[in-house]
């Protein structure tokens, strides 16, 4: 990584000069992804002064209201990386501003909206308040779209549903908050539509195999309690 951000480094010095001479909106766009790619790899090195600067520099070259599809994503995901910076700085609240900034510019793009919308509920999540809390379920339960009777019985309760079924992010996140807050019906609704998927499927959504993990420790949780002692894998 420390070997990208110095050729990054140079393609942006590059780009700049070559900017400053055509004026060329390809070039420009060049040099926003350019900057984008630094702030990206600056926040993976830990860097995280560094890469608000990077992340304010390439937002700073996009348009505001640009309508192309393209630009529309590009500023979703510098805005989604900026919230995540600060989120890593504990600054919950202006990363909280700028999730929701970015899931207004994420507009009807489904995968961006999915994206943001996790981190969103993840960012209420760490506020730590009940309240807050229950705000981060909301916000993945009104993203999770669940077919079985069961599973629209439980959530009707709860919230209205509507888009993308299968964002097993999402799925994961809400599992996860259900096992955090021992609530076992949450769990079972969170789970019950990708394991009813075929495995192959499944295996396709989840490639990290997140959702297996989060099953074994959850029943590991369980046998644990129901023992009366710890239950180790080994």
Aim: net charge negative.
């Amino acid at each position: 990584m420390e070997v990208a951000v110095d050729l990054i480094t140079r393609a942006i010095s590059i780009l700049e000069a070559a900017y400053e001479d055509t004026e060329d909106p390809e070039v420009e766009r060049q040099f926003t992804i350019a900057n984008s790619n630094m702030a990206r790899l600056r926040l993976s090195l830990k860097d995280y002064q560094g890469a608000i600067v990077s992340y304010e520099s390439a937002l700073g070259l996009l348009s505001e209201g640009d309508c192309v599809p393209t630009t529309r994503v590009l500023h979703t995901k510098l805005q989604l990386g900026s919230g995540l910076v600060n989120f890593k700085l504990g600054d919950l609240e202006v990363a909280l501003s700028l999730f929701e900034a970015a899931l207004e510019t994420a507009g009807d793009n489904l995968v961006s909206r999915g994206q943001v919308t996790v981190l969103l509920a993840q960012t209420l999540w760490a506020m730590g308040t009940e309240e807050f809390r229950e705000i981060a379920k909301a916000q993945l339960l009104e993203w999770c779209v669940y077919r079985s009777s069961r599973i629209h019985l439980f959530l009707t309760r709860c919230h209205s549903i509507t888009t993308d079924s299968e964002n097993s992010t999402a799925i994961n996140a809400l599992a996860g908050m259900g096992i955090l807050t021992e609530d076992d019906n949450l769990v079972d609704a969170a789970l019950s539509e990708i394991l009813g998927l075929p495995l192959e499927r499944r295996h396709r959504l989840d490639p990290q195999r997140n959702i297996d993990y989060l099953l074994i420790q959850y029943h590991l949780g369980q046998a644990s309690s129901n023992s009366g002692h710890r239950t180790d894998i080994y």
